[in-house]
Every structure is written in structure tokens, then in C-alpha cells.
């Protein structure tokens, strides 16, 4: 009993995290509030290709609170995914860094 209990209540957090992350994603094309436009210019570059280009597919958007960027197949087949920042990528207006995933100041 405690067990499902357990897993219901994962199941419940992990819903609620997948939505608070989709609901702050900003596109790859609207400006990274925090970065200069050529700081941002070269994390759109490296997105791009780590998504896979070559590949087909796309740096899509960017979730600087959690740290996590999409990436879109380009055409028809419009499957996604999601990938964690580097640790140490800005991510905030007070010089917070990404860090296992979240955005931190640094110490």
C-alpha cells in the first residue's frame, strides 16, 4: 500500500514539474533577457548543434530556471525532446550559473 501510495505521488510531481518546465520555455528566436545578443548568438549555435542539425533537427526553446532546452525535428515529423544545459551556462540577470540542472548563484 505504501508502495503505490510512493509511486502516485511521484507520478503527481513528476506532471507537475513537466508543466511548470513548458510553461517557462522561451523560444530559440526571443531574446535572452539576461545575455548579450552575441553571448546569445553563440548558446543558440551551440544548441543547434548539439541537437543535432545535421541530423534534422533544431534548438527549439530554452528554460533558464530549470536549465533545459528543447530540441524539434525540422519537418513533418515534429518529435521533441529535452536536453540539460552545460553546468556553469549563465542563466540569470544576478550571474547565476546552471547547475545540475537548476539555475544557482555562485558562491
Do not use: W
Request: charged residues 25%.
Amino acid at each position: 500500500m505504501k508502495l503505490a501510495a510512493g509511486v502516485i505521488i511521484v507520478a503527481l510531481l513528476l506532471l507537475i514539474l513537466e508543466e511548470d518546465i513548458s510553461s517557462k520555455f522561451i523560444a530559440s528566436g526571443d531574446e535572452f533577457p539576461h545575455m548579450k545578443s552575441s553571448a546569445a548568438k553563440r548558446l543558440r549555435s551551440q544548441l543547434n548543434k548539439r541537437c543535432g542539425y545535421s541530423r534534422g533537427f533544431s534548438f527549439a526553446e530554452i528554460n533558464f530556471s530549470t536549465c533545459r532546452y528543447k530540441c524539434t525535428h525540422i519537418g513533418t515529423n515534429q518529435d521533441t525532446y529535452t536536453r540539460t544545459l552545460d553546468e556553469k551556462t549563465p542563466c540569470g540577470s544576478q550571474n547565476q550559473k546552471c547547475q545540475r540542472g537548476h539555475c544557482v548563484a555562485e558562491v
